[in-house]
C-alpha cells in the first residue's frame, strides 16, 4: 500500500471507496488528509483538449494550443499534494511511524508551496489567497519523493548519500472552473554533494537540497506562464 498526502478535499467514487481511505481537509495547519490507495498516486486527467508541447526543465507538457497566461490577473497556488515512493515506505516501515511520515509529507508540501508563491510572485504574478474569477489556478503534486536518508532524530546524523533524494512533479494548470490548459511534469534528483562523492547528511541538509530542487521546478514554472 501507499502513502499519500493529500491537502485537497477528497470526493471518492463509491465504486472505490472499498479500497480507499479518505480525511477530508482543506488545510496544511488544520489537517493531514490520507489516502491508503491499492492502485497508486494519481497522474494527470485526460483532456483532449490538450496537445503535446515543449519546456525546458519538464520531461512532459500539454498544453491548450494558443494559450496566452498573461491574461489572467492573479494566480491561485492550491496546496502541494504528496505521494511517497513505495520503495522507500517499504523501506522505512519499521523505522518511521505514521506520524513520522505525516511531518516529513507536510513539511516537504509546505517547501514546495513556499516556492512556488515566491517564485512567482518574483516572476510578477500576483498571488491570490483563494480562487477567484479571473485567477489562473495552479495545482501541483509531488509524487515519487524519495528521501535517501531520512533523519527523524535531534542528534548529529552518520548518514552519507551521493544526493538527498529524488521525486517527481506535477503541475496542472486551469481555469477556477476546472478547465485543464496546460499539465507539465518531471523527475530530477537533488543536487549532488561534493562533486558526486559520498558526503554527511542530516534533517536540515536533506531540506535544503529539496528546496533548491523546488525552486529550480518553481522557477521553470515561472518562465512556462510568461
Known sequence: MNFIYNPHPI???????????????????????LLICLCGAAGFAYSEELKPNKAEGFDRVQVVPGQNFKAFKSIYIAPTGLTFNKQWLNDNRD???????????????????ESLQKQL?????????????????????????????????????????????????????????GTVLAQLSDFSETNERSGGKLA???????????????TRWSDRLGQFLT
Open 95 to 113: 523505522t518511521l511511524s505514521n506520524t513520522d511520515r505525516e511531518k516529513l509529507a507536510i513539511q516537504y508540501s509546505k517547501l514546495m508551496d
Open 11 to 33: 470526493r471518492v467514487n463509491l465504486l472505490y471507496q472499498s479500497i480507499l481511505v479518505g480525511i477530508e481537509v482543506t488545510m496544511h495547519s488544520l489537517l493531514v488528509g
Open 121 to 177: 510572485s518574483k516572476g510578477g504574478w500576483q498571488i491570490s489567497t483563494n480562487p477567484c474569477a479571473d485567477c489562473l489556478v495552479v495545482v501541483p503534486r509531488l509524487s515519487d519523493f524519495f528521501i535517501n536518508a531520512t533523519d527523524m532524530g535531534v542528534s548529529i546524523s552518520k548518514n552519507f548519500v551521493r544526493v538527498a533524494g529524488h521525486a517527481r512533479v506535477e503541475f496542472e494548470v486551469k481555469q477556477v472552473d
Open 200 to 214: 554527511q547528511t542530516n534533517r536540515g541538509l536533506n531540506l535544503w537540497d529539496f528546496r533548491h530542487l523546488m
